[in-house]
């Protein structure tokens, strides 16, 4: 199904596509979208796909449940906002506090994220969320993580860039952070995660991850896997347990 | 100004939207794509106040003042006149022009004057031009209830009233401007009431601010501002971050990336990684201006003649979104923001917290724009069935 989204309120789309989809419609394209929030939220269902040709706007995807969206361009802020289950692919960038509270399936972004990437999402009854950011993230990656996967890549980046922003992993407390590359360790927040580098077996976790992602932009897996990563983890699981209670 | 609050029963979660626009040889457009941008983030405004600001739209009266005031009695207007006739040439008074429009409901009676300081008072004064035309603004606004001057630059005005921005737009007829720089705001007011002289953009002189966020620090930056004779009025946050430029930048004459810094001050845990020049530079400015720090969320875009500047909060509690096109510098809270004004832009990028992205008139380099690339856009190409 086609959908002209020129001048189109979110509100008409997104209800254009909740209805086709109730009745059983399983691929979308929506062309000239600019702007348009909630795009594909709370829609269930593995076999649908909706391919998205613009800029969709803010939370798209929230509390999905199934279905594969793909961004040709760039996407906006709160991208996979508490998703369940199913895979958002962005073949440009994508802006801050992308998947808030995630529990589950993946967010691929072949370019650059922005601030509080992976704010305190969360892995659930067996499901665990992904984030792979192909390009660098600014600050505040993966604050008050609370479970899942989240992988910074850095690929294409230039001299001088940093990998990730200050303040990551603050308020961490589950899930990990696997960073490609060099990385001060004054950007991680040492009081609530450790940093080292990241060893045989923690490759073989995020592995098919990074695998996904590849197949996604056709890029060469073994050699991004090939190249050191580092480790972020929580030191505790209950960080501010004797904050507020002796 | 009868301070009517306007509140349509909603407090929709959203955030306030900005958009602005410079053309960086000096091209002047009309009003329509900066509309257009901020029609787009529409839901982020909530339909209590929105405005814009336009620089460069009276080149026939350039050197004059242009004083625009809204008045809720004829009574205040009496009196503001006679005020302006003691202090000031008035070479020209006017209605503002407006178009009736269902969406904007009950407005102030709107008025402009082209404005000269009378030479012999100017004199007694001692003081420069601006500052006369400062102090004078700030007496109608403190003094005379019912009356508000909302813009007071040269060859610049500001436009604003409560309702959607789009609406305000139309109710300005602003596509009968033409303007280098504009800036506008869509308004989610959140802890200050909706009302006429509290929308954005709020303006001193030349310049003007809109902004998405709130000021925790509101209290202390207007007790210090208060030390500098700035008053006020507005009864909105934003208000301080005007006067704040106004005294740093104009009057105390910091150049404007480090009259960001103090805006956005870096934390002590960045400052104490720095080389020691730079650690010794914003442990002073701190220490110096502390009371200007603005802590809080934030997203603000300034302008004045020659310049439009985005800034962020220093951990990014707002969006902002930056691009470039040709000459043109844009800003927005959303990226579809800056499509709605520009659709293939040759760059967009997202400025870093704290980082100001500083455009200037006859310069082709933009500050803040990634050096490395930053985000370019990809795969945008625009479909059509």
């Given at each position: 199904?086609?959908?002209?989204?020129?001048d189109?309120?979110?509100?008409?789309?997104?209800?254009?596509?909740?209805?086709a989809?109730?009745?059983?419609?399983?691929?979308?394209?929506?062309?000239?979208?600019?702007?348009?929030?909630?795009?594909?939220?709370?829609?269930?269902?593995?076999?649908?796909?909706?391919?998205?040709?613009?800029?969709?706007?803010?939370?798209?995807?929230?509390?999905?449940?199934?279905?594969?969206?793909?961004?040709?361009?760039?996407?906006?802020?709160?991208?996979a906002?508490?998703?369940?289950?199913g895979?958002?692919?962005?073949?440009?960038?994508?802006?801050?506090?992308?998947?808030?509270?995630?529990?589950?399936?993946?967010?691929?972004?072949?370019?650059?994220?922005g601030?509080?990437?992976?704010?305190?999402?969360?892995?659930?009854?067996?499901?665990?969320?992904?984030?792979?950011?192909?390009?660098?993230?600014?600050d505040?990656?993966?604050?008050?993580?609370a479970?899942?996967?989240?992988?910074?890549?850095g690929?294409?980046?230039?001299?001088g860039?940093?990998?990730?922003?200050?303040?990551?992993?603050?308020?961490?407390?589950?899930?990990?952070?696997?960073?490609?590359?060099?990385?001060?360790?004054?950007?991680?927040?040492?009081?609530?995660?450790?940093?080292?580098?990241?060893?045989?077996?923690?490759?073989?976790?995020?592995?098919?991850?990074?695998?996904?992602?590849?197949?996604?932009?056709?890029?060469?897996?073994?050699?991004?896997?090939?190249?050191?990563?580092?480790?972020?983890?929580?030191?505790?699981?209950?960080?501010?347990?004797?904050?507020?209670?002796? | 100004?009868?301070?009517?609050?306007?509140?349509?029963?909603?407090?929709?979660?959203?955030g306030?939207?900005?958009?602005?626009?410079?053309?960086?040889?000096?091209?002047?457009?009309?009003?329509?794509?900066?509309?257009?941008s901020?029609?787009?983030?529409?839901?982020?405004?909530?339909?209590?106040?929105?405005?814009?600001?336009?620089?460069?739209?009276?080149?026939?009266?350039?050197d004059?003042?242009?004083?625009?005031?809204?008045y809720?009695?004829?009574?205040?207007?009496?009196?503001?006149?006679?005020?302006?006739?003691?202090?000031?040439?008035?070479?020209?008074d006017?209605?503002?022009?407006?178009?009736?429009?269902?969406?904007?409901?009950?407005?102030?009676?709107?008025?402009?004057?082209?404005?000269?300081?009378?030479?012999?008072?100017?004199?007694?004064?001692?003081?420069?031009?601006e500052?006369?035309?400062?102090?004078?603004v700030?007496?109608?606004?403190?003094?005379?209830?019912?009356?508000?001057?909302?813009?007071?630059g040269?060859?610049?005005?500001?436009?604003?009233?409560?309702?959607?921005?789009?609406?305000?737009?139309?109710?300005?007829?602003?596509?009968?401007?033409?303007?280098?720089?504009?800036?506008?705001?869509?308004?989610?007011?959140?802890?200050?009431?909706?009302?006429?002289?509290?929308?954005?953009?709020?303006?001193?002189?030349?310049?003007?601010v809109?902004?998405?966020?709130?000021?925790?620090?509101?209290?202390?930056?207007?007790?210090?501002?208060?030390?500098?004779?700035?008053?006020?009025?507005?009864?909105?946050?934003?208000?301080?971050?005007?006067y704040?430029?106004?005294?740093?930048?104009?009057?105390?004459?910091?150049?404007?990336?480090?009259?960001?810094d103090?805006l956005?001050?870096?934390?002590?845990?960045?400052?104490?990684?720095?080389?020691?020049?730079?650690?010794?530079?914003?442990?002073?400015?701190?220490?110096?201006?502390?009371?200007?720090?603005?802590?809080?969320?934030?997203?603000?875009?300034?302008?004045?003649?020659?310049?439009?500047?985005?800034?962020?909060?220093?951990?990014?509690?707002r969006?902002?979104?930056?691009a470039?096109?040709?000459?043109?510098?844009?800003?927005?809270?959303?990226?579809?923001?800056?499509?709605?004004?520009?659709?293939?832009?040759?760059?967009?990028?997202?400025?870093?917290?704290?980082?100001?992205?500083?455009?200037?008139?006859?310069?082709?380099?933009?500050a803040?724009?990634?050096?490395?690339?930053?985000?370019?856009?990809?795969?945008?190409?625009?479909?059509?069935?």
């Amino acid at each position: 199904m086609r959908i002209d989204a020129s001048d189109l309120h979110y509100r008409d789309l997104n209800r254009r596509i909740r209805e086709a989809a109730a009745a059983g419609t399983k691929s979308f394209d929506l062309l000239n979208v600019n702007g348009q929030r909630y795009i594909g939220d709370g829609i269930a269902g593995a076999e649908v796909e909706i391919d998205i040709h613009g800029v969709p706007g803010n939370d798209l995807g929230a509390f999905m449940d199934g279905p594969t969206i793909r961004v040709h361009g760039n996407a906006q802020d709160a991208v996979a906002n508490t998703m369940n289950a199913g895979r958002i692919i962005v073949d440009g960038h994508a802006g801050d506090v992308l998947g808030y509270g995630m529990r589950g399936g993946e967010l691929l972004v072949r370019g650059k994220v922005g601030y509080r990437v992976g704010i305190h999402m969360k892995a659930y009854r067996g499901r665990r969320p992904v984030i792979v950011a192909g390009g660098t993230a600014g600050d505040f990656l993966g604050e008050y993580m609370a479970g899942g996967l989240l992988i910074v890549l850095g690929l294409e980046t230039t001299n001088g860039e940093p990998l990730i922003g200050d303040w990551c992993a603050t308020g961490m407390h589950g899930g990990a952070i696997y960073l490609r590359g060099e990385v001060d360790p004054r950007q991680v927040a040492s009081n609530f995660a450790d940093l080292r580098a990241a060893d045989a077996e923690d490759l073989q976790d995020i592995r098919e991850s990074v695998e996904a992602f590849c197949e996604a932009f056709s890029l060469d897996a073994g050699r991004i896997l090939g190249d050191g990563f580092m480790r972020v983890g929580p030191i505790s699981h209950r960080p501010y347990g004797a904050k507020y209670a002796a | 100004m009868s301070e009517e609050v306007f509140d349509r029963g909603r407090r929709t979660i959203s955030g306030c939207g900005l958009s602005g626009m410079m053309s960086l040889t000096g091209e002047r457009v009309d009003g329509r794509a900066i509309r257009a941008s901020i029609a787009l983030l529409h839901e982020r405004s909530n339909g209590l106040g929105g405005g814009f600001a336009a620089y460069g739209i009276y080149p026939e009266r350039r050197d004059h003042f242009a004083l625009h005031i809204m008045y809720d009695t004829d009574e205040a207007r009496r009196r503001t006149e006679s005020a302006l006739e003691d202090d000031f040439d008035v070479a020209q008074d006017e209605r503002i022009p407006t178009r009736p429009h269902p969406g904007i409901v009950n407005p102030p009676s709107l008025m402009r004057y082209f404005v000269l300081p009378r030479a012999s008072r100017l004199e007694e004064d001692g003081a420069t031009a601006e500052d006369y035309v400062l102090a004078r603004v700030m007496r109608v606004n403190a003094e005379i209830s019912d009356a508000f001057v909302f813009s007071s630059g040269k060859n610049m005005g500001a436009f604003k009233a409560v309702g959607y921005a789009e609406d305000i737009a139309a109710f300005f007829r602003l596509d009968e401007y033409e303007a280098y720089i504009w800036i506008a705001h869509g308004r989610f007011p959140t802890n200050t009431p909706g009302w006429w002289a509290g929308a954005h953009p709020f303006t001193l002189l030349d310049w003007a601010v809109v902004h998405n966020g709130e000021i925790s620090s509101y209290g202390i930056n207007r007790r210090y501002l208060e030390m500098f004779n700035y008053q006020c009025t507005m009864r909105t946050d934003t208000e301080v971050m005007a006067y704040l430029l106004d005294l740093l930048i104009r009057r105390h004459e910091l150049p404007v990336e480090v009259a960001c810094d103090v805006l956005a001050a870096p934390f002590w845990e960045q400052i104490e990684r720095m080389p020691e020049e730079r650690r010794r530079l914003y442990s002073a400015l701190r220490q110096v201006y502390g009371g200007a720090l603005v802590n809080g969320p934030f997203a603000i875009i300034f302008a004045r003649h020659g310049e439009m500047v985005g800034l962020n909060d220093r951990i990014k509690l707002r969006p902002l979104v930056a691009a470039r096109k040709d000459s043109w510098l844009y800003l927005s809270s959303e990226e579809s923001g800056i499509r709605a004004m520009c659709a293939r832009p040759d760059l967009v990028w997202a400025p870093r917290a704290g980082q100001p992205v500083i455009g200037r008139l006859g310069s082709e380099v933009v500050a803040g724009e990634p050096a490395h690339g930053g985000r370019i856009a990809v795969g945008q190409e625009a479909t059509s069935e």
